[in-house]
């Protein structure tokens, strides 16, 4: 079975700083990971993805995420923090699909690390 | 797009009672998935459907849950009899199929409270 590990419960960062977002993985195959932000009091929001492909991953808000399959982590990153990037975040992997080798809908979510930008 | 829409988005019952949770996807979506959310649990994945059909339920905590989709444009989480524990945030999300997709759209969740 998949998982995901998220090994920081917070991550507290100045505005304008860069931040990163840990996580981790397993799953047995190749992978497709995904990260999701939560404002409060709101659904989950998709920021980006990895299917196939380059290892830095462009997503929404000016974040990104790199891809390293030995470390089987795909950190979540983003150069100038805003005080307005303060919410929950969390990532996600779907492994891939038995019978076609695409990924599967089965989303595991890790526990969520609440990012809070200092101004 | 309206997005996907839940209701009710606040639910305050008495343990015993049924509890149902309504779901409309984004239109033209074919797969509908139901989360709970608690703090202890985090994120947790109930059931989901695939163009209105049950395809893996293996996350419902017990036979006290039920989810339907009657159509592609509704689904109910039932909840009957109701417990305290079953106090948490209750998302659906929706999805288009596609090798490039995988992207869920959540609602904005139901908080439920059983008292």
């Known amino acids: 079975a998949q998982s995901v590990a998220q090994p920081e419960d917070q991550v507290n960062v100045a505005e304008g700083n860069p931040l990163t977002v840990k996580c981790t993985y397993s799953?047995?195959?190749?992978?497709?990971l995904f990260w999701y932000v939560q404002y409060p009091n709101r659904g989950l929001q998709f920021l980006l993805k990895?299917?196939?492909?380059?290892?830095l991953v462009k997503g929404s808000y000016g974040f990104e995420a790199e891809f390293n399959k030995s470390q089987t982590s795909f950190h979540l990153k983003k150069p100038s923090a805003l005080v307005s990037d303060s919410a929950l975040y969390f990532c996600?992997?779907?492994?891939?699909?038995?019978?076609?080798?695409?990924?599967?809908?089965?989303?595991?979510f890790g526990k969520g690390t609440k990012l809070s930008v200092i101004p | 797009d309206a997005g996907v829409i839940q209701s009710p988005r606040h639910e305050v019952t008495e343990m015993g009672q049924e509890v149902t949770l309504r779901c409309k996807p984004i239109?033209?979506?074919?797969?509908l998935f139901w989360y709970r959310q608690t703090m202890m649990r985090g994120l947790e994945l109930l059931i989901y459907?695939?163009?209105?059909?049950?395809?893996?339920d293996s996350g419902m905590p017990e036979d006290r849950f039920s989810a339907k989709m009657p159509n592609a444009s509704f689904s109910t989480l039932k909840i009957q009899p109701s417990e305290p524990r079953d106090s948490a945030v209750y998302f659906c999300?929706?999805?288009?199929?596609?090798?490039?997709?995988?992207?869920?759209?959540f609602g904005p969740g139901t908080r439920l409270t059983v008292t």
């Open positions: 799953v047995s195959g190749n992978p497709y």
């Open positions: 459907f695939n163009n209105n059909v049950p395809i893996d």
């Open positions: 999300a929706s999805s288009l199929a596609g090798r490039v997709s995988y992207e869920q759209y």
């Open positions: 990895y299917i196939t492909g380059d290892n």
């Open positions: 996600a992997v779907s492994p891939p699909d038995y019978y076609s080798g695409a990924g599967s809908y089965q989303l595991t």
């Open positions: 239109s033209g979506h074919d797969y």
